[in-house]
């Protein structure tokens, strides 16, 4: 049974335990799983005619996952979108619920009506097969999402691509309406048309996660990040945010003559903030999966419903800057099994970051003439 996907890296790494999925596989294996199907099929492996729905929202998956997990499976019928918006309306599936696909396909409407759904509910989607259940006893190892249903997918908001064994098969669609309207679906959800290819009609382009990645067709939780650049404070400043499936991540350069500070904002709600920062044994940030100076640790308090770290590196170590493609910003517990932040890539915002560093290397060669 596949329940969660995470990346290498995400909100928190577990070094030397089963992770996420694995805490909520556990979880489940020590207490009874209450899972409710809401159509008449009682098995997906009968290839039913409606897309089945598995909504699993037990004490337990609420406590790990902190939001119902929500099985879509079988064949994508016209009527699907319209039973499940009815869930959706009833609250029975609330907004950033988290959504698992498994279809061979379908209509391809009721596909993008699924799709904007997701999108409306800020809905997280994933491959994966029900859990067992007296109504659902079979459940396949393999997860599959083609044709409609890769459309219902890139509803997502956040969208993670699949691992193991599930596999992700992208469709061009034959037709000038309908291939009109599937590339105006498509852009509306920010994806790329060019990745659902261009085989003739009934021929599946196979992705893989690495490939879904590249393709922006999977962002594994995280929206592009932003940036934003220009004068502060007698120096300069460059603002990153992005938007995580855990919160909001921000990254604030600042650069003066005294130094480069660096503040992260880690926004997870109000009460686990004040928990991570009471647990923490070392707080710092990393440049390029290495420390970001050689005195690495900075100082972490909790404002309103984030963790801030901040820190002040000399403006002699910014050589690694302008070439960075990676910044974090990471707090460790008391066990040393976990560490919890985030991390940022730099290649969305390359040209806001040399241009920061430029104007932040001007700023250090000012300083060392005013000195001489």
């Given at each position: 049974?596949?329940?969660?996907?995470?990346?290498?890296?995400?909100?928190?790494?577990?070094?030397?335990?089963?992770?996420?999925?694995?805490?909520?596989?556990?979880?489940?294996?020590?207490?009874?799983?209450?899972?409710?199907?809401?159509?008449?099929?009682?098995?997906?492996?009968?290839?039913?005619?409606?897309?089945?729905?598995?909504?699993?929202?037990?004490?337990?998956?609420?406590?790990?996952?902190?939001?119902?997990?929500?099985?879509?499976?079988?064949?994508?019928?016209?009527?699907?979108?319209?039973?499940?918006?009815?869930?959706?309306?009833?609250?029975?599936?609330?907004?950033?619920?988290?959504?698992?696909?498994?279809?061979?396909?379908?209509?391809?409407?009721?596909?993008?009506?699924?799709?904007?759904?997701?999108?409306?509910?800020?809905?997280?989607?994933?491959?994966?097969?029900?859990?067992?259940?007296?109504?659902?006893?079979?459940?396949?190892?393999?997860?599959?999402?083609?044709?409609?249903?890769?459309?219902?997918?890139?509803?997502?908001?956040?969208?993670?691509?699949?691992?193991?064994?599930?596999?992700?098969?992208?469709?061009?669609?034959?037709?000038?309406?309908?291939?009109?309207?599937?590339?105006?679906?498509?852009?509306?959800?920010?994806?790329?048309?060019?990745?659902?290819?261009?085989?003739?009609?009934?021929?599946?382009?196979?992705?893989?996660?690495?490939?879904?990645?590249?393709?922006?067709?999977?962002?594994?939780?995280?929206?592009?990040?932003?940036?934003?650049?220009?004068?502060?404070?007698?120096?300069?400043?460059?603002?990153?945010?992005?938007?995580?499936?855990?919160?909001?991540?921000?990254?604030?350069?600042?650069?003066?003559?005294?130094?480069?500070?660096?503040?992260?904002?880690?926004?997870?709600?109000?009460?686990?903030?004040?928990?991570?920062?009471?647990?923490?044994?070392?707080?710092?940030?990393?440049?390029?999966?290495?420390?970001?100076?050689?005195?690495?640790?900075?100082?972490?308090?909790?404002?309103?419903?984030?963790?801030?770290?901040?820190?002040?590196?000399?403006?002699?170590?910014?050589?690694q800057l302008p070439t960075a493609y990676l910044m974090a910003a990471w707090l460790a517990d008391r066990g040393g099994n976990v560490r919890y932040g985030f991390w940022m890539e730099m290649d969305p915002v390359r040209n806001e970051l040399r241009n920061f560093s430029n104007g932040c290397q001007q700023i250090a060669k000012q300083a060392v003439a005013s000195k001489s």
């Amino acid at each position: 049974m596949q329940v969660v996907h995470l990346p290498h890296r995400f909100g928190y790494q577990l070094r030397r335990s089963l992770g996420f999925a694995g805490m909520l596989l556990t979880a489940m294996a020590a207490s009874p799983v209450h899972a409710h199907d809401t159509s008449d099929s009682a098995s997906q492996g009968t290839n039913p005619s409606q897309l089945a729905v598995q909504v699993n929202d037990d004490r337990m998956t609420l406590s790990v996952a902190k939001v119902p997990q929500v099985y879509l499976y079988g064949t994508i019928d016209a009527g699907a979108a319209q039973r499940v918006q009815a869930l959706v309306q009833s609250n029975k599936i609330p907004q950033n619920s988290d959504i698992y696909l498994n279809s061979p396909g379908g209509d391809m409407a009721a596909g993008m009506a699924l799709g904007r759904l997701f999108r409306a509910g800020k809905m997280t989607t994933h491959l994966g097969s029900p859990r067992r259940t007296a109504r659902q006893p079979i459940v396949p190892k393999t997860s599959q999402c083609v044709d409609a249903c890769a459309y219902a997918y890139a509803g997502g908001l956040f969208r993670w691509a699949p691992t193991g064994s599930d596999r992700f098969g992208a469709q061009a669609v034959a037709g000038n309406a309908s291939a009109t309207d599937a590339t105006a679906y498509l852009k509306e959800m920010g994806v790329d048309p060019k990745v659902f290819g261009n085989l003739p009609k009934g021929e599946v382009t196979w992705l893989n996660s690495e490939q879904m990645r590249q393709d922006g067709m999977s962002n594994n939780g995280r929206l592009t990040p932003t940036a934003v650049y220009g004068p502060a404070n007698g120096g300069t400043s460059l603002t990153l945010t992005q938007l995580a499936r855990d919160g909001e991540h921000r990254l604030v350069l600042q650069c003066r003559a005294d130094g480069l500070s660096i503040t992260a904002n880690y926004a997870i709600g109000a009460d686990r903030a004040r928990q991570m920062v009471a647990r923490a044994t070392h707080s710092y940030f990393e440049i390029n999966d290495k420390p970001a100076a050689e005195d690495n640790h900075a100082n972490i308090s909790t404002v309103g419903s984030s963790v801030v770290f901040t820190q002040t590196i000399p403006l002699t170590q910014l050589n690694q800057l302008p070439t960075a493609y990676l910044m974090a910003a990471w707090l460790a517990d008391r066990g040393g099994n976990v560490r919890y932040g985030f991390w940022m890539e730099m290649d969305p915002v390359r040209n806001e970051l040399r241009n920061f560093s430029n104007g932040c290397q001007q700023i250090a060669k000012q300083a060392v003439a005013s000195k001489s």
